[in-house]
């Protein structure tokens, strides 16, 4: 999380990033000229939310005609260092995008492993992002594998 995303497009562009995800709380104010930017560098624009803020404040990124986001990402812990435990209250958010926004990625992060993957693809996460449950495994293939069937199956069972 950085306090001023703008000032990281370029450079990130610059650097080959294909994506660019920002906090919704450092960029109330001006959003639609950061996703602007990002997509006229040739990036995938997405936003993300921290488990305090209400998931209506993304509806209007989502929702713009012009420039929307195209993924959203739910924090599932709040952000600033790995190995946090999974907030499952933050899935009521995932629910409510999936139901809005039926064709939107969805990314959780934090606290995703083996245990927890499975509310989260229940609840419309198609995106993970696992750090201390794969690369703290003795088997990382393996941990691979389950988050990914378990999005899978998510996706053919709705």
Not at 62 to 91: C, D, I, Y
Request: hydrophobic share 40%.
């Amino acid at each position: 999380m950085v306090t001023n995303p703008l000032d990281y497009v370029e450079p990130l562009a610059k650097a080959g990033a294909s994506g660019f995800t920002f906090h919704v709380e450092v960029a109330k104010d001006y959003w639609q000229d950061l996703v602007h930017q990002i997509k006229v560098k040739g990036m995938r624009p997405g936003v993300a939310l921290k488990p305090g803020t209400p998931v209506e404040e993304v509806y209007p990124l989502a929702s713009s005609r012009e420039n929307p986001v195209e993924m959203v990402l739910v924090m599932t812990v709040e952000p600033g260092f790995g190995g946090q435990k999974f907030m499952p209250e933050t899935m009521d958010k995932v629910r409510a995008l999936r139901k809005k926004y039926p064709s939107l990625d969805i990314e959780v992060d934090g606290g995703l492993g083996p245990s927890t993957i499975d509310m989260a693809a229940s609840a419309g996460a198609n995106c993970i992002v696992a750090g201390s449950s794969v690369f703290g495994a003795k088997e990382p293939a393996n941990v691979i594998s389950i988050l990914r069937k378990s999005v899978r199956d998510a996706q053919q069972s709705s």
